[in-house]
């Protein structure tokens, strides 16, 4: 598996805590940022790394930001993408079972290390199920496709 890990200058200690953890378990990731404690605009971030999978460059992702809210809005509005912020294990092993997600989002000022922890494990020992979550995840991309084909509408500006 091809996976990213990325973060905003307030998700940076704990995504070093996460790749420390995954090297430990022979999992190695690329990693997208933040390199350190400087201020990073996370929208960046999410929006490099949700194109990395959504390109195919990567096959899962994990971003990290204060809440991981911000960090899931932005990766979703890339076409093809299904971002998860999870806070729990079942969430978190969910989010690859039902919803076939491919990046989940943390917040590093709520969620401790050895949660993330576990919450990373969870979701990377998850595959998508199928079953009956297949026609759901067939509809997400079709909303997906619909407004992806769909022109912007123009932005007012006053």
């Given at each position: 598996?091809?996976l990213?890990i990325?973060?905003?200058h307030?998700?940076?200690p704990?995504k070093?805590?996460l790749?420390?953890?995954l ?5 190695e990731?690329d990693?997208l940022?933040a ?11 999410a929006a ?6 959504a ?5 899962r ?8 809210i911000?960090m899931?809005?932005?990766a ?11 806070q729990d294990i079942?969430?978190a ?11 989940i989002?943390?917040g590093?000022?709520v969620?401790?290390p050895e949660?993330a ?7 990377l ?6 079953g009956?979550?297949?026609r ?9 496709e619909r ?6 509408s123009?932005?007012?500006?006053e």
């Amino acid at each position: 598996m091809r996976l990213a890990i990325g973060s905003d200058h307030l998700g940076y200690p704990l995504k070093e805590i996460l790749r420390a953890h995954l090297a430990q378990q022979g999992c190695e990731c690329d990693d997208l940022g933040a390199y350190d404690t400087e201020p990073v605009d996370y929208p960046d971030v999410a929006a490099a790394l949700a194109q990395d999978v959504a390109e195919g460059k990567h096959d899962r992702g994990i971003l990290i930001c204060g809440t991981g809210i911000g960090m899931a809005i932005v990766a979703n509005k890339v076409p093809g993408i299904r971002a998860a912020q999870v806070q729990d294990i079942y969430s978190a092993e969910r989010a690859a079972k039902s919803n076939d997600a491919q990046i989940i989002t943390l917040g590093a000022l709520v969620t401790g290390p050895e949660l993330a922890k576990k919450l990373v494990d969870a979701y990377l020992a998850s595959d998508f199920a199928g079953g009956g979550s297949t026609r759901k995840v067939e509809k997400i991309r079709a909303v997906d496709e619909r407004y992806r084909a769909r022109p912007a509408s123009p932005t007012r500006v006053e």
